[in-house]
């Protein structure tokens, strides 16, 4: 990635069938090699109770910190191939899944797109975001409010932090 600018990004990595953390994993050894994204701070596992359908298993999420080169759009394209390599098939809205990558933030990039808004419509009110988000970055402002701030606002009951450390992804997965 030498001689461009790289822009900081955030992604959130969730997933709650077969072995998510190992989906996950693979996902940032992927996104580290790829050649035009990095992978600067991961978060800790986090277990995490279903959201907007309730009648599927925990997920386990976390939130990663990336720096890249890619425009907006090729970042989530580059999310959605490592998405279809992982085996991620779309059935239903909200539903389980092996894998799933959301761009959160891209620099100071505001999109709104097919497919792609940046920064992510629902993230400041979803906990399952803003508590790993806010381990990595918690002074990173967001709406006038750090990172820290949201998630201490929102309901995280259930929420579990598990005792991975920040490296767990390094071991696995690839």
Do not use: Y
């Not at 990663?64 to 390599?85: F, I, M, N, Y």
């Not at 992982?86 to 959301?102: A, N």
């Not at 497919?115 to 790993?132: C, K, N, S, T, Y």
């Not at 995280?156 to 005792?163: N, V």
Request: glycine letters at 8%; a negative charge.
């Amino acid at each position: 990635m030498s001689g461009q600018v790289e822009e900081r990004g955030f992604l959130s990595l969730g997933g709650n069938l077969g072995d998510p953390a190992k989906s996950m994993a693979s996902a940032l050894h992927m996104l580290d090699s790829s050649g035009s994204t990095r992978v600067v701070a991961v978060s800790s596992l986090h277990r995490t109770p279903p959201w907007g359908k309730v009648d599927q298993p925990d997920f386990l999420n976390v939130t990663a910190e990336v720096a890249t080169t890619l425009a907006p759009l090729e970042l989530l394209e580059l999310c959605l191939e490592l998405e279809r390599r992982l085996k991620r098939v779309r059935i239903e809205r909200w539903g389980p899944r092996l894998i799933d990558i959301d761009v959160l933030l891209l620099g100071n990039s505001n999109v709104s797109d097919v497919g792609l808004e940046i920064p992510h419509p629902r993230m400041l009110d979803r906990a399952f975001v803003m508590v790993p988000l806010a381990e990595i970055a918690p002074e990173l402002v967001l709406a006038g409010k750090s990172a820290a701030e949201w998630a201490a606002e929102l309901d995280s009951a259930g929420i579990e932090r598990l005792d991975s450390g920040r490296d767990w992804w390094r071991d696995l997965g690839e």
